[in-house]
């Protein structure tokens, strides 16, 4: 059974924090690159963050600076921890397996101005 199990998300003020995990499980974590992708009602999904296997990470030029991919693979982990929150960071967040092809339920992130 593979899971990847967001958490984390909630209401924020602008310029506040929050630390998004997913959690995994039912595959081989530690063979896939893993991805945070956000979505907001009617727009497309887009990549947000990645982290490769070997621990390599890359942004999205609106986050660069202010958010951080890291990755846990005794704990099947991968996180997003997010500063200076920006009303426009307001979406729902995902992760993804990448060689897998696996996503999460997604996660609700509210920054209000």
């Known amino acids: 059974q593979v899971q990847l199990v967001e958490s984390g998300g909630g209401l924020v003020q602008a310029g506040g924090s929050l630390k998004l995990s997913c959690a995994a499980s039912g595959f081989i974590f530690s063979n896939n690159a893993m991805g945070w992708y956000r979505q907001t009602p009617g727009k497309l999904r887009e990549w947000v963050a990645l982290i490769t296997i070997g621990g390599t990470t890359n942004y999205v030029d609106s986050v660069k600076g202010r958010f951080t991919i890291s990755r846990d693979n005794a704990k099947n982990t991968v996180y997003l921890q997010m500063n200076t929150l920006k009303p426009e960071d307001t979406a729902v967040y995902y992760c993804?397996?990448?060689?897998?092809?696996?996503w999460g339920q997604g996660t609700q992130v509210t920054v209000s101005s």
């Open positions: 993804k397996a990448l060689r897998d092809n696996y």
